[in-house]
């Protein structure tokens, strides 16, 4: 079984997924895997540089994510081009992660990914489990970790899924408005419930 864990920006991926990591559960992040796929000797990179030119790449060979960024931000023609040269490759090397997690034959394994609705990963998942906080928490912690304006943070908020809209999507819920302990209280739940799930 593969248990798909999103949620948006600051809401506490991360930290949920070392909670079900000590619980012993073996996981894979997408964001990883995105920028695994546009390492130097990748494909998707040598066709990213013959599109934009090697101003996108740095002096050692590798990605400038942020001048990528800068392109494609306000161009909705390239970002669909980008999207259709590194998602194909994302989903392929995906699924070879989630293969090998799974060849020691754990209970269930996790695909932790910020957008697992908005880029379809959801599809390679049996179950979707949602970490969850108010609007303003994930201003709050995200401003308390990142050097970043409101404004930022803000304009990325704007471009993931509502909040509503990612819960109506959600097969289970982790509330982290509070604290860490009762956060791993809710892990360890739903630990119990995909052990008992994954029974055959
Ligand atoms: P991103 O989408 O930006 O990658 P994320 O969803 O993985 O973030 P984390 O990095 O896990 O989120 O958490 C964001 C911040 O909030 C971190 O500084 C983390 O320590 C803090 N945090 C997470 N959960 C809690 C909690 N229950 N109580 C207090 N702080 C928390």
Redesign the pocket.
């Known amino acids: 079984m593969i248990i798909g864990l999103t949620?948006?920006?600051?809401?506490?991926?991360?930290?949920?997924v070392r909670a079900f990591e000590s619980l012993g559960v073996p996981w894979v992040d997408a964001?990883d895997v995105a920028r695994e796929v546009v390492q130097p000797g990748e494909p998707a990179l040598e066709a990213i540089a013959e599109r934009f030119g090697t101003s996108v790449l740095q002096e050692n060979g590798s990605l400038d994510r942020r001048k990528l960024r800068d392109i494609i931000f306000n161009d909705p023609e390239q970002r669909l081009w980008l999207e259709s040269v590194t998602h194909p490759r994302v989903r392929e090397r995906l699924l070879e992660h989630l293969a090998r997690l799974q060849a020691s034959q754990p209970a269930y394994v996790m695909l932790v990914s910020?957008l697992l609705f908005e880029s379809g990963q959801d599809a390679l998942v049996d179950r979707c489990v949602v970490?969850d906080v108010p609007e303003a928490l994930q201003l709050q912690?995200?401003q308390?970790?990142?050097d970043v304006s409101e404004s930022q943070v803000r304009a990325i908020l704007a471009v993931q899924l509502s909040r509503q809209e990612r819960l109506s999507r959600a097969d289970d819920v982790i509330d982290?408005?509070?604290?860490?302990a009762?956060?791993r209280e809710q892990v360890a739940q739903l630990d119990r419930r995909y052990r008992e799930l994954s029974q055959p």
Do not use: L
């Open positions: 949620g948006g920006i600051a809401s506490g991926k991360s930290t949920v964001d910020p970490v912690r995200t308390a970790r990142d982290n408005s509070r604290s860490e009762e956060m």
